[in-house]
């Protein structure tokens, strides 16, 4: 008699093939990394973290990076895109350079607050160059990046220094007073964390409040 097939004698189950495994997407893992980065530093942070806050295998990262230093200052690249764009929309919409300026200063703010962990790796970044903790290839990547950033400074020494010229903030070295403006700005990465029941208006008070303090720094009478 021949064999019956299957448990009851019909035909034989197929085992559940394995699902195929999960796609990722560049975005995805430079989320995951700013937020394990923001979280436990450069030295700390491990692909194995990574990938676990992706739920997805280190396989998977390493096919988009070859190292976790490629990852790090791939974000602080990102970073830099994110903030460009929007002091470039902020600026687009000012009539003076006082009020774009400020709109600047706003967007600035805003990207501090909505994208903290971006904004805590860049100045990570930042940090390893100028302690010299970073490779001649690192160094490489590192070039396209401070030239971002110094991109990024000239658009508000540009808006400073038209503002110095209309007479509307006292004539000062544009150079320094532009860093000492983004200085103000940048350490609200430092010392802001959002509560989970922070209301929209209590954050808009706060970015006001911010604001209009670096403001005053430049000799403006608010």
Known sequence: MAPRNGLNGGKARLAPADPPPRQVERTEILDAAAACFSRKGFAATSINDIADELTATKGMVYHHYRSKAELFFDVHVFTMEMDLAAIRKAAAEGTSPVDRLKRMAHAHFRMAVEETDFQRVAMQGVHMHMA??????????????????????????????????????????????????????????????????????ELKTIANGTVSFAMRGLGLVL
């Open 132 to 201: 010299g903790y970073t490779s001649e290839e690192q160094r490489r990547t590192l070039s396209q990046i401070l030239a971002m950033r110094d991109e990024y400074e000239s658009l508000f020494a540009r808006q400073i220094a038209e503002a110095m010229a209309e007479g509307a903030i006292p004539k000062q070295d544009v150079k320094t007073t532009a860093k000492a403006f983004l200085g103000v700005l940048n350490w609200v990465t430092l010392w802001f964390r959002p509560r989970p029941d922070q209301s929209a208006r």
